[in-house]
């Protein structure tokens, strides 16, 4: 099993990269969390790698964090999602928000993936609770797992973005109404 790959970045192509080790050129899918926080082509890497083996292909998966590769590990696990539905997760969810999302339950914010619909985001939740424990879940995130949804729902239509409304909800302290909850992070994101 390859684990972990330091060496040259030689090329980056969305979502695959080319890293140099020892002569050897290693084809690497990574996620977009990972891609975006890649060196500039030429410098070294250090990579966190799950290698797949199939019958018609050895394919290797990299990550900036150990906690990004279990959570693709863990993603595979569930039934019907392969490689690149968990690349895709991993995407657009970070490690600490697709535990918070799981805790809370929140289907939405995995609708939000492309290739992820209603039944998968379900069966996420269901097949992942309990199963992303080594993520640590700031307090905050899980803050009103009923009000959640609706005061990031209300903060969109107000015309905030999604890393906005999501940073705001973070900040909010448990067991809020929805009203009171939506109150707050308005006052949040007014601050200066």
Known sequence: MIGRITGTLLEKRPPQILVEVAGVGYEIDVPMSTFFHLPATGEKVSLH??????????????????????CFRELLKVSGIG?????????????????????????????KIPGIGKKTAERLLLELKGRLDFVAV?????????????????????????????AVLKQLPAGLSVSDALRQALRLLVKP
């Open 83 to 111: 490689a690149k539905t968990a690349l895709a997760v991993l995407s657009g969810l970070n490690p600490d928000d697709l535990a918070a999302a799981v805790a809370t339950q929140e289907a939405g914010r995995l609708v």
């Open 138 to 166: 700031p307090a905050a995130s899980v803050v009103a797992a009923g009000a959640g949804d609706d005061v990031r729902d209300a903060l969109l239509a107000l015309g905030y973005q999604s890393r906005e409304a999501d």
């Open 49 to 70: 790698t799950h290698l797949a083996v199939r019958e018609d292909a050895h394919l290797l998966y990299g990550f900036a964090t150990d906690a990004e590769r279990r």
